[in-house]
């Protein structure tokens, strides 16, 4: 047979007929570094994923924990370092509604109704001090506490909730805390206990008073 030249290079002669040499793929060092990468990658990946999840359950579980147990008396004179500790676990406080003293925590919503948070100072029975409670949401309509005279609560209550500490401005859309016209956007606890003369305390009721 004849020897003739392929794409492949110089052919071979075998039998009278000619064949042309396979070519071979190389792969360099550096791909077979890379593809060797990939599933140690997805390794880690996956244990971080793991981790990540037994710490959420976790975290979760102690959450459930504290929130459940039984409410103590708020420390007196809560500082934001303490607030931040406690934030997760109820207590309780004695005394009166400032209800004149009220703040309103605007875009809130509930049940896709447009509404404020209520923020009254209430003045402790036992040290005299003042603490923040958020008394929950109202619709826009019942904002002014001349339309929810009901829940203007007078006298010796006993106030139950969670503690929390103060959030920063969520984004640059949300318009700054205007004090003046009694109005705020997110949750400045140091100009709103500025504001009304109350200490650095607040509170969340959750199971009213």
Not at 94 to 119: A, S, W
């Amino acid at each position: 047979g004849k020897l003739i030249k392929t794409m492949f290079g110089r052919g071979r002669r075998i039998r009278g007929k000619t064949y042309a040499k396979r070519g071979r793929i190389k792969v360099s060092t550096n791909k077979k570094l890379a593809l060797s990468i990939v599933p140690l990658t997805t390794l880690c990946l996956g244990i971080w994923q793991t981790k990540r999840l037994y710490w959420k359950l976790d975290l979760i579980e102690k959450r459930e924990k504290q929130i459940n147990a039984d409410p103590s008396l708020l420390p007196s004179g809560p500082t934001h370092e303490m607030l931040e500790d406690i934030q997760f676990r109820p207590f309780y406080i004695i005394g009166t509604f400032l209800h004149d003293q009220e703040q309103y925590m605007m875009n809130r919503t509930y049940d896709h109704k447009p509404g404020c948070h209520v923020i009254t100072p209430f003045r402790r029975a036992d040290t005299g001090e003042i603490v923040l409670v958020n008394r929950g949401w109202v619709p826009l309509d019942k904002k002014d506490p001349r339309n929810r005279k009901d829940g203007q609560v007078e006298g010796l209550v006993t106030v139950i909730g969670l503690p929390r500490i103060s959030e920063d401005k969520p984004n640059m859309f949300l318009p700054p805390n205007d004090p003046r016209n009694n109005t705020w956007y997110y949750r400045d606890l140091d100009a709103i206990a500025e504001h009304t003369g109350s200490t650095v305390g607040y509170i969340e009721s959750v199971l009213g008073w």
